[in-house]
């Protein structure tokens, strides 16, 4: 398949703002600090990049989301200007640091179309931030929240970090309250990798590693706690507003949805990934070569993949046993191992259900709880 197959028929876009006010250390994303002299000539081949690949773009997009880096750190006029040559978008979302945003960047991004904010929060507790190395201390979370709902953003996401150096039980409890407090329609909670290489996990190393052995009950207290609170556990580190709570929305993140389900997405900027027609490719994470290349009408340097069945198959199970919706077997049978299947039933892990659509597949709660290892288990 070539992605000329695909010409018309992608419906997800994301955008990469690389651009960071410093360099948190537990981070390993494609960021780039400062550089506010970057900024103009950045948007400018992001545009560029858009017009050689917009052909593959559906008429009606479902989702646009731009991440990051922060791209509420991008100079405000340059954001604007993006936003505006962007396609439009049923679900538009931008990532956003709190300490950006002012009563005026949150109006400006209303004005521009985005309807979705996902605010990096991270935590309340001040020693915590301050571990992590987070520019916005609790008020600036909660302001931002504030300034956001003011603009008229009725779907927020606040993202947590747990297994933070230092964090006990209580102090996850405290950020969930606090969190909660906040009425957000959407919450990830994310254990916190420690990334080899970055100066965070050589700094808290020993600690990290305790912290990890945590890290099962952590989890179990982010969803016992969210679920009690009315939302629903719909991905396994995303939770949304549940039926009682939504007025009748659904307020999964449809961006994030479209990749679990392993739809195609085009990804444009620097570092970004594209999934079309079962080829994935990277673009460059160098500025300079990203900038350079598409400046003179070319495609960014980019490693391709090609993605066989069996990859795509394994991929499908990987990510679709994520969801609290059943995974048709059709198009997964090929990755699973049915003699594991058979013992992580027995075992009250997964469970079989058939519907409308053909049987399908899901973890129960307990198997959800041990996530990974259990579809590990399952692979051929
Ligand atoms: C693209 S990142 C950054 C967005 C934004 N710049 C910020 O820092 O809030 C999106 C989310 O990934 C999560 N994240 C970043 N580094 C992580 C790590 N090492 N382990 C787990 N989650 C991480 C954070 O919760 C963060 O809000
Ligand atoms: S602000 Fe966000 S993207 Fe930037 S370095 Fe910190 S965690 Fe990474």
């Known amino acids: 398949m070539t992605t000329a197959a695909a010409a018309g028929r992608v419906r997800h876009l994301y955008v990469h703002l690389p651009f960071c006010a410093h360099r948190c250390g ?184 305790r912290q990890a052995d945590a890290m099962e009950t952590y989890f179990e207290r982010v969803v016992a706690t969210l679920t009690a609170s009315g939302y629903r556990w719909y991905e396994t580190a995303n939770f949304c507003l549940g039926p009682d709570r939504a007025g ?22 620097l570092g970004a990934v594209s999934t079309i027609e079962g080829v994935r490719r990277r673009n460059t994470p160098r500025l300079q070569a990203y900038v350079t290349a598409v400046t003179a009408g070319a495609p960014p340097p980019r490693e391709l993949e090609l993605l066989d069945g069996h990859v795509r198959s394994r991929e499908r199970l990987m990510l679709g046993l994520r969801l609290d919706d059943p995974l048709l077997l059709e198009g997964v049978a090929s990755a699973i191992d049915r003699t594991a299947l058979g013992r992580m039933e027995r075992l009250g892990l997964v469970c079989q259900t058939g519907g409308s659509g053909g049987p399908a597949l899901m973890l129960t709660r307990r198997g959800r709880m041990l996530g990974g290892a259990v579809t590990a288990e399952l692979l051929a």
């Open 26 to 209: 537990y981070c390993d994303f494609v960021t780039v600090v400062g550089r506010r002299g970057s900024h103009g000539s950045y948007v400018d081949a992001l545009i560029g990049e858009l017009g050689l690949e917009r052909n593959l773009l559906a008429p009606d997009l479902e989702t646009v989301f731009l991440g990051g880096g922060t791209p509420t750190f991008t100079d405000a006029q340059e954001l604007e200007r993006l936003l505006s040559a962007l396609p439009a978008g049923r679900e538009v979302t931008v990532e956003a640091n709190p300490e950006t945003v002012t009563a005026a960047v949150a109006k400006q991004l209303r004005s521009c179309g985005v309807n979705r904010v996902s605010l990096g929060a991270q935590s309340f507790q001040p020693e915590l931030l301050r571990v992590l190395e987070r520019r916005a201390g609790p008020d600036a979370v909660r302001s931002a929240f504030y300034y956001l709902r003011d603009a008229s953003f009725e779907n927020i996401s606040v993202d947590l970090l747990y297994g933070i150096p230092g964090q006990s039980p209580s102090d996850l409890d405290r950020d969930l309250s606090e969190a909660l407090a906040l009425g957000p329609e959407h919450l990830s909670c994310y254990e916190l990798e420690a990334k080899p290489g970055t100066r965070f996990t050589y700094r808290h190393g020993a600690e990290l590693s």
């Open 248 to 269: 009748g929305r659904d307020l999964r993140a449809r961006h994030n949805l479209g990749y679990w389900l392993g739809r195609d997405y085009l990804g444009i900027g």
